[in-house]
């Protein structure tokens, strides 16, 4: 499989910003999706994940109550909505795809960047 981010740009605090992740290959129905960040001089963060056929979501505690991940599968692609954004959430988003069984992300995304402004 193949991922492609995409979604984000620069908004002002406050405002909402939804990420799309665009999966090449049948078998994303089959993956587990996660959303994961890295801010300028820091280390990749967790951010969401969702399970293969979206009944279970995951957040960090940051960011619980604000951003919302989804998946349409017979679109092949996973969603973050992001809202009530604040200038700490500034950072480049990755998504990233999980086989069955497997405990880490095994493909990730370009990644795409969103700045948030005060």
């Known amino acids: 499989v193949q991922l492609q981010a995409s979604g984000g740009g620069l908004v002002q605090a406050g405002n909402s910003l939804r990420l799309s992740c665009a999966a090449s290959?049948?078998?994303?129905?089959?993956?587990?999706m996660g959303w994961f960040r890295q801010a300028p001089g820091k280390e990749r963060e967790f951010v969401a994940a969702?399970?293969?056929?979206?009944?279970?979501?995951y957040y960090a505690d940051s960011m619980k109550g604000r951003f919302t991940i989804s998946r349409d599968n017979a679109k092949n692609t996973v969603y973050l909505q992001m809202n009530s954004l604040k200038p700490e959430d500034t950072a480049v988003y990755y998504c990233?795809?999980?086989?069955?069984?497997?405990?880490?992300?095994?493909?990730w995304g370009q990644g795409t960047l969103v700045t948030v402004s005060s």
């Open positions: 290959g049948r078998a994303f129905s089959s993956y587990a």
């Open positions: 969702i399970s293969w056929n979206g009944d279970g979501t």
């Open positions: 990233a795809a999980r086989q069955p069984g497997w405990a880490t992300y095994h493909t």
